[in-house]
């Protein structure tokens, strides 16, 4: 039995070398199996391991990406049931997925913080307790903290 990754798959088909594809329920998991003029083999990962497929409609879109719009299922060895003793741990996805849910409830923090800051700002302006700044302000504002920081950068470094 062969090994056949993707790419072999799409070339075996382009050239007319598969003449059929099975995929096999084994254990929990589907692995596709194809057939080619001289002999069958396995749809591989890049480890060269079995490619296996938890679900049935993932491995069929594989396929069709490939060119293949037809195939056989044999479900005599599909145990659906397994899928929890054979599902593995994976602590860097597990690390990765928390540290993307606290970027989220940081973000989610910021906007909070954000739109009470501008509501604040919005109900100041209306009840008088906020005034809004003349452009002349704005300006003599700006022009000193400009001179402000062009003072710190050009003071010597302790």
């Not at 749809?43 to 296996?52: D, E, F, H, M, Y």
């Not at 005599?76 to 970027?103: I, V």
């Amino acid at each position: 039995m062969q090994n056949l990754n993707l790419e072999q798959l799409k070339a075996a088909t382009a050239a007319g070398g598969v003449t059929g594809i099975t995929l096999r329920g084994i254990g929990a998991a589907f692995v596709v199996s194809v057939q080619t003029q001289r002999d069958e083999a396995i749809l591989v990962t890049s480890k060269k391991q079995p490619r296996r497929f938890a679900d049935p409609r993932k491995a069929l879109q594989v396929l069709r990406a490939t060119g293949w719009t037809e195939c056989r299922i044999d479900a005599s060895q599909w145990r659906p049931e397994d899928r929890a003793l054979e599902k593995t741990a994976r602590p860097d996805r597990s690390a990765a997925l928390k540290a993307a849910h606290e970027a989220a409830q940081a973000d989610a923090d910021y906007d909070r913080w954000f739109h009470a800051k501008v509501q604040a700002s919005i109900d100041g302006l209306a009840d008088g307790s906020n005034r809004v700044l003349t452009d002349e302000e704005v300006q003599t504002r700006r022009e000193a903290l400009r001179a402000r920081l062009q003072a710190m950068q050009s003071a010597p470094a302790a």
